[in-house]
């Protein structure tokens, strides 16, 4: 996204067994009702899909780590102030966000990247449903994967002639991510966890292997129906060989 994103980022001093700690948040509940608040926040005017496959695509996700079934947060603990206030987001290895993504202006009042949670009982500064660029710059992460599993991640950030990468990408950079995980379009669920979860199983099977590598061997996976030890990915569907299934995520990352 920037020069200044190429960072010397420093070794990873997490012992083996921390490597994976996973935390992952998505499935919003969008039924719950929010009122304005006394901040003067923007009330949460919009309606989204509900999104169940964004549970099985995390559960999946926790399963392949070895991770806990509470370090998945869904439904109404998806929320803003759940992941600005998670005290496991810190030294989690692998941070997975998955949601609707919304560009600048895509909502009413939103003029940067953000991604939607579970609406607040009352709107506030701290949550008014929406995650945006800026506040995820503001997290405090050291996660060798984070992983946003959603439409539009890899967006621009809505200034006039903006760059592609410069919105969410960047703060999540900032944030002190070490790699992840992002989308340059609209994408489906079903491949979208397919790939996501091959990933991160593909590179905990094989330490050695890249980031890029492993990306690329998930995709190879969704795009031709065979995993990389030949056994079949399961659910396949021959229309995931288009590249609308699985070329829109890409890793953005210094190294490794």
């Not at 919003?28 to 923007?42: H, I, L, M, N, R």
């Not at 065979?226 to 056994?231: A, L, P, Q, S, V």
């Amino acid at each position: 996204p920037s020069v200044a994103s190429l960072r010397t980022t420093p070794p990873d001093r997490r012992p083996p067994s921390a490597r994976w700690s996973f935390v992952g948040f998505g499935d919003p509940d969008f039924g719950a009702a929010t009122s304005k608040g006394s901040s003067g926040a923007p009330a949460y005017r919009a309606s989204f899909e509900p999104l169940p496959g964004s549970a099985v695509e995390l559960r999946a996700m926790a399963r392949t780590l070895g991770s806990p079934p509470g370090h998945v947060r869904l439904g109404d603990q998806a929320t803003e102030t759940a992941i600005k206030t998670a005290p496991d987001l810190p030294g989690a290895g692998v941070v997975a966000i998955a949601t609707h993504g919304l560009l600048s202006n895509e909502l009413e009042g939103l003029n940067e990247p953000a991604l939607v949670l579970t609406p607040p009982g009352q709107v506030t500064a701290q949550d008014d449903g929406v995650l945006t660029a800026s506040e995820a710059a503001a997290l405090d992460l050291s996660a060798e994967w984070v992983i946003l599993s959603a439409c539009n991640t890899a967006g621009a950030d809505g200034k006039p002639g903006a760059d592609a990468l410069s919105g969410l990408a960047r703060a999540f950079l900032y944030a002190g991510a070490r790699a992840l995980l992002v989308s340059h379009w609209r994408v489906f669920d079903d491949a979208t966890a397919a790939l996501t979860v091959e990933t991160l199983a593909i590179q905990k099977a094989d330490p050695k292997l890249t980031k890029a590598r492993a990306v690329q061997a998930a995709e190879r996976a969704v795009r031709t129906g065979r995993r990389r030890d030949g056994t079949p990915m399961p659910g396949w569907r021959p229309e995931w060989a288009h590249p609308a299934y699985w070329a829109p995520f890409v890793l953005i990352s210094a190294g490794g």
